[in-house]
């Protein structure tokens, strides 16, 4: 069945240093994909997106690189800063309205 | 504009009780959607609205109902509280069908079944 999963459950990283967090996902049919970050007792708030014509897009500190041939999916966090802290989701699109989401991983920034 | 808006934040239910929670938008949104999500887990699309007096099943329908008689409000009822709909509920809208970057979440009602 369709899947989309994570690699890391918990990243740990050093205030200023880059942080890379992976998805990977199983529907090859997928063509929309979407980062979200959540702040602890928030919604979702979405973060970038990428369409699979793409192999990267980048946007404000964050970059997404998409490899179709691997179906893996990567959210990159350059100069990593406190308030970055979060859980970050990957969510991929294959249908109208269905967003199908990773079960997360939480992104710890060190002082 | 308020953006989405739920109610109640907070709310324990015990097992066959039965309660709604609300959802309310103010950006003339079309579709609007529920998601659970479990502890440590993404997000499980309930049931979704393409307009006022359409609504359809997600992925985890089962124990749920909605309906739509508003564009604004999307309510999520739960006829028969059971443990296993312990879980934190959001409530998102967006204004057009593949608009899904511009998909707005609400705060979430965090639902405890006893």
């Known amino acids: 069945g369709e899947s989309v999963g994570l690699h890391l459950p918990t990243l740990s990283v050093q205030e200023g240093d880059n942080s890379i967090i992976n998805c990977a996902y199983s529907n090859s049919a997928s063509d929309y994909f979407i980062w979200y970050k959540q702040e602890s007792g928030k919604g979702p708030q979405f973060i970038i997106d990428?369409?699979?014509?793409?192999d990267k897009r980048q946007g404000q500190r964050v970059t997404v690189l998409l490899n179709k041939t691997v179906k893996h999916l990567s959210l990159q966090i350059a100069a990593t800063q406190p308030g970055d802290s979060a859980v970050y989701f990957c969510a991929e699109n294959s249908s109208s309205y269905k967003l199908i989401f990773g079960s997360g991983t939480r992104l710890l920034v060190r002082p | 504009n308020a953006g989405v808006t739920q109610t109640p934040k907070f709310r324990i239910l015990k097992i066959g009780q039965s309660m709604t929670l609300q959802c309310t938008q103010d950006?003339?949104?079309?579709?609007m959607y529920w998601y659970r999500q479990d502890p440590g887990m993404g997000l499980k699309l309930i049931y979704y609205s393409v307009g006022a007096g359409i609504t359809d099943k997600g992925e985890v329908p089962n124990g749920y109902n909605v309906s739509r008689s508003t564009t604004e409000d999307f309510p999520l009822r739960l006829e028969l509280a059971a443990p296993s709909q312990t879980s934190v509920y959001f409530c998102?809208?967006?204004?057009?069908?593949?608009?899904?970057?511009?998909?707005?979440f609400g705060p979430g009602t965090r639902l405890t079944v006893l």
């Open positions: 950006m003339n949104h079309n579709y």
């Open positions: 990428i369409r699979s014509n793409m």
């Open positions: 998102a809208s967006t204004s057009t069908l593949r608009g899904l970057d511009e998909q707005f």
